[in-house]
């Protein structure tokens, strides 16, 4: 479903990204583990082609992007709906409307339509009771869930998510996770970056860990929450823990 090949990725004179593989199977869970600045989250813009390669080849449900050919980078962008660590929820426009606009503007479905998907999806995501409220009116893991849903409406191949809940009161976290658990569970193929370790251990097929731009262990979570092998991997997770 997803390949990178030898991925480099440079700003400037700085390397982030030093020479990644990595592959996610059809309704695989991934998760994207390390330090912050370690790459995580510009390998994951790359699936998205939100940020290029500087070297390497990305895959998406067999198709590719080029650097120099915009088309071909939506292409891609298609395949996967992606939900960041801030929600960008339409702030004038309700809970429904944010969920609508890509049905109504992308996919060119009727108003009427549009509108039952909708409530569809927030029903999904267990927010059909504040459809009709604007963004500031909704808790932070209300406005990531309808971010969530909005993502969902595009019909995606793929869900890639940034720290979804960085933002978030610990109160409101779990809202959030279930959503993404319940995803998991219907086979929806994701990665995901994420420092709740608990969470990567129950929902993920892999974890990689991201160290210094390359992956520096990769297994199941088992292997790699409870008998990291590299001094990296153990320092990080040992930090971690102190932070829970």
């Known amino acids: 479903m997803i390949e990178l090949n030898n991925i480099h990725k440079a700003f400037g004179t700085k390397s982030v990204i030093k020479g990644i593989d990595l592959s996610v199977e059809q309704g695989e869970v991934v998760t994207?583990?390390?330090?912050?600045?370690?790459?995580?989250?510009?390998?994951?813009?790359?699936i998205n082609a939100l940020e290029l390669p500087s070297e390497g080849t990305v895959y998406v449900d067999g198709i590719t992007y080029k650097n120099d050919d915009k088309k071909s980078q939506i292409a891609?962008?298609?395949?996967?709906?992606?939900?960041f660590q801030s929600y960008n929820l339409f702030?004038?426009?309700?809970?429904?409307?944010?969920?609508?606009?890509?049905?109504?503007t992308v996919k060119k479905l009727k108003k009427a339509e549009a509108e039952q998907q909708a409530l569809a999806l927030l029903?999904?995501?267990g927010l059909?009771?504040?459809k009709d409220q604007r963004p500031l009116a909704l808790s932070g893991g209300q406005q990531q869930r309808v971010a969530i849903a909005r993502a969902l409406a595009m019909k995606p191949k793929v869900m890639l998510f940034d720290e979804p809940t960085s933002a978030l009161d610990p109160e409101l976290v779990n809202d959030v996770l279930k959503v993404i658990k319940d995803l998991a569970q219907e086979g929806m193929t994701m990665v995901i970056?994420?420092?709740e370790m608990r969470f990567a251990k129950e929902v993920s097929n892999k974890i990689a860990f991201i160290h210094?731009?390359?992956i520096g262990e990769q297994g199941a979570p088992d292997q790699i929450i409870n008998h990291p092998q590299t001094t990296?991997?153990?320092r990080f997770l040992n930090v971690i823990r102190d932070v829970e």
């Open 91 to 104: 702030p004038h426009k309700t809970a429904i409307e944010n969920v609508m606009e890509g049905l109504v």
């Open 128 to 130: 059909t009771e504040v």
């Open 193 to 195: 970056v994420t420092h």
């Open 232 to 234: 990296q991997l153990q």
């Open 32 to 46: 994207l583990i390390g330090r912050s600045g370690s790459g995580k989250t510009t390998l994951l813009r790359m």
């Open 123 to 125: 029903e999904k995501v």
């Open 212 to 214: 210094d731009g390359v």
């Open 76 to 83: 891609v962008r298609q395949k996967s709906g992606m939900v």
